[in-house]
């Protein structure tokens, strides 16, 4: 066959031609990304050096006040004015390999995903659903703001995902949460309410200003992002019992993945945003981006990102 | 996975009575009887759910396994929540000997309190529950997951 053919008929997957057009176009289109996007979002372009660890109390362990004791003999250690339970700790020792980690007394998470849980703000009477939970930070929030009771579902897809899930579950002496495995996007099926969901989609991780994420994200991965975001609020909003809570987060600063997905939500899923307090930081949703307008979305926060913390995202959404 | 019944609740309770010397309450919780003799302990919540619907990958949390002779290997947190309370097969290490534990070597304990050798026993180390662990003549015969051993 001719190389030019528009298709390989024994093996389409094995076409120079087409493969080759499709990396070009890639690599255009990773080019096309530039940090100037940020400009016009935050008015400068954020920069980001992480310095030390942030973590946060397993309270179903361990008292705050006594795990800062012990950290203390690491570093020097200083307390989240915004999570009661959170720590920075500055210090040279990994500590993912310290007797206290092993022992479920922390878990190693960036400072702004500790916020999703809180906003949540989850009660022992309250049914959950986490519907992309691994690897389980906030699931084991959630499940420590409970202190053990009230049934939360904590749904992942792919085995190795849920093993992390499961053996973070298993460390932190979780027991109200029931793991299981299905597309997000097809838990509506289920045709089981729940008054509370945590949404924090897959993204483009954008937030980390991680040099080698950024340098991965393309037009391309974020309009199938936002595509399957779409996909999943749809999903959970089905889920969501009336007057239920709906907390939507990414850690993605692209508005195709967050303000334009609040705008779905509120124009075609019929959710209404509210607003919420936070005591750190942050940035209202864009009202415009481009062309677009969006609705309601001067209600959701946007995290800068700093050394401390990484961008973020975080929208509540009502029924 | 079997959700047992209130007299094998008990049953197991007595179980974990004859061994460690205290009662952990488990009837406020739903016990599961998994695959490989696993004990599974979930909050009584979790009944509100309409279990058939889901695609179901676990429940709860690991508290240990039934082994011969009514003996019990508790998971590190089921022996967190025993040994609080523990007044029989439990063993004290120094923080150097916690260290060596906890990176997966076999440690010679400096206190034993109502052991009873080749018996699983319940590993301290001043405030910390580190896990649990058979005990013979030569010392304790580590056991500890992999996922859970601190790298050295």
């Given at each position: 066959m001719h190389p030019s053919s528009p298709v390989n008929e024994k093996n389409p997957t094995f076409n120079f031609p087409i493969l080759f057009n499709k990396c070009l176009n890639k690599i255009i289109l990773i080019v096309a990304i530039d940090l100037e996007r940020y400009k016009k979002i935050y008015g400068f372009i954020p920069s980001r050096q992480q310095e030390g660890w942030s973590l946060r109390t397993n309270t179903l362990k361990i008292s705050v006040e006594n795990l800062e004791a012990r950290l203390s003999k690491y570093g020097s250690v200083?307390?989240?004015q915004f999570v009661n339970e959170g720590f920075f700790v500055n210090t040279d020792k990994n500590l993912s390999k310290s007797i206290e980690h092993s022992l479920g007394y922390f878990f190693l998470q960036n400072a702004s995903s500790m916020i999703p849980p809180l906003i949540l703000d989850p009660k022992p009477t309250d049914t959950i659903l986490d519907m992309c939970a691994a690897p389980g930070s906030k699931t084991t929030e959630i499940a420590a703001l409970m202190q053990n009771q009230g049934p939360i579902v904590a749904n992942d897809i792919t085995y190795k995902?849920?093993?992390?899930?499961r053996g973070n579950l298993q460390r932190c002496g979780v027991m109200n949460v029931v793991v299981t495995k299905m597309f997000g996007e097809n838990f509506w099926k289920i045709k089981e309410k729940f008054n509370k969901i945590l949404l924090d989609t897959p993204c483009t991780g954008t937030g980390s200003?991680?040099?080698?994420?950024?340098?991965?994200?393309?037009?391309?991965?974020?309009?199938?992002?936002?595509?399957?975001?779409?996909r999943l609020l749809e999903s959970a909003a089905q889920c969501l019992e009336e007057d239920g809570t709906l907390i939507y987060s990414t850690c993605s600063l692209e508005p195709e993945e967050n303000e334009e997905n609040i705008d779905f939500a509120v124009?075609?899923?019929?959710?209404?945003?509210?607003?919420?307090?936070?005591?750190?930081?942050y940035m209202p949703?864009?009202?415009?981006?481009?062309?677009?307008?969006?609705?309601q979305t001067f209600n959701a926060v946007r995290i800068i990102p700093t050394n401390e913390m990484e961008g973020f995202f975080i929208c509540k959404l009502k029924k | 996975m079997k959700v047992l019944e209130k007299?094998?609740?008990?049953n197991l309770e007595r179980m974990i009575e004859k061994n460690y010397g205290t009662r952990v309450g488990l009837n406020q919780f739903l016990v599961l009887f998994g695959s490989e003799e696993k004990i599974w302990l979930a909050s009584k919540e979790i009944m509100n759910?309409?279990?058939?619907?889901?695609?179901v990958n676990s429940i709860g949390m690991n508290f240990g396994k039934i082994k011969r002779n009514d003996k019990v290997n508790l998971t590190i947190e089921g022996s967190q929540m025993v040994g609080k309370l523990a007044t029989k097969n439990t063993v004290a290490l120094d923080e150097q000997e916690a260290q060596k534990f906890m990176q997966g070597s076999d440690v010679k304990p400096q206190q034993e309190i109502n052991c009873e050798y080749h018996n699983f026993v319940i590993v301290k180390s001043g405030e910390d529950v580190l896990g649990s662990s058979p005990l013979t003549e030569e010392g304790l015969q580590?056991?500890?997951?992999?996922s859970r051993r601190v790298p050295i």
């Amino acid at each position: 066959m001719h190389p030019s053919s528009p298709v390989n008929e024994k093996n389409p997957t094995f076409n120079f031609p087409i493969l080759f057009n499709k990396c070009l176009n890639k690599i255009i289109l990773i080019v096309a990304i530039d940090l100037e996007r940020y400009k016009k979002i935050y008015g400068f372009i954020p920069s980001r050096q992480q310095e030390g660890w942030s973590l946060r109390t397993n309270t179903l362990k361990i008292s705050v006040e006594n795990l800062e004791a012990r950290l203390s003999k690491y570093g020097s250690v200083k307390r989240m004015q915004f999570v009661n339970e959170g720590f920075f700790v500055n210090t040279d020792k990994n500590l993912s390999k310290s007797i206290e980690h092993s022992l479920g007394y922390f878990f190693l998470q960036n400072a702004s995903s500790m916020i999703p849980p809180l906003i949540l703000d989850p009660k022992p009477t309250d049914t959950i659903l986490d519907m992309c939970a691994a690897p389980g930070s906030k699931t084991t929030e959630i499940a420590a703001l409970m202190q053990n009771q009230g049934p939360i579902v904590a749904n992942d897809i792919t085995y190795k995902r849920l093993k992390a899930l499961r053996g973070n579950l298993q460390r932190c002496g979780v027991m109200n949460v029931v793991v299981t495995k299905m597309f997000g996007e097809n838990f509506w099926k289920i045709k089981e309410k729940f008054n509370k969901i945590l949404l924090d989609t897959p993204c483009t991780g954008t937030g980390s200003m991680n040099p080698r994420i950024l340098q991965q994200t393309s037009e391309q991965s974020i309009r199938y992002l936002s595509r399957l975001q779409k996909r999943l609020l749809e999903s959970a909003a089905q889920c969501l019992e009336e007057d239920g809570t709906l907390i939507y987060s990414t850690c993605s600063l692209e508005p195709e993945e967050n303000e334009e997905n609040i705008d779905f939500a509120v124009r075609q899923l019929g959710l209404r945003t509210e607003r919420v307090q936070l005591k750190l930081n942050y940035m209202p949703g864009l009202s415009k981006w481009n062309d677009k307008q969006f609705e309601q979305t001067f209600n959701a926060v946007r995290i800068i990102p700093t050394n401390e913390m990484e961008g973020f995202f975080i929208c509540k959404l009502k029924k | 996975m079997k959700v047992l019944e209130k007299e094998e609740v008990e049953n197991l309770e007595r179980m974990i009575e004859k061994n460690y010397g205290t009662r952990v309450g488990l009837n406020q919780f739903l016990v599961l009887f998994g695959s490989e003799e696993k004990i599974w302990l979930a909050s009584k919540e979790i009944m509100n759910l309409d279990m058939r619907k889901f695609p179901v990958n676990s429940i709860g949390m690991n508290f240990g396994k039934i082994k011969r002779n009514d003996k019990v290997n508790l998971t590190i947190e089921g022996s967190q929540m025993v040994g609080k309370l523990a007044t029989k097969n439990t063993v004290a290490l120094d923080e150097q000997e916690a260290q060596k534990f906890m990176q997966g070597s076999d440690v010679k304990p400096q206190q034993e309190i109502n052991c009873e050798y080749h018996n699983f026993v319940i590993v301290k180390s001043g405030e910390d529950v580190l896990g649990s662990s058979p005990l013979t003549e030569e010392g304790l015969q580590n056991l500890l997951p992999k996922s859970r051993r601190v790298p050295i």
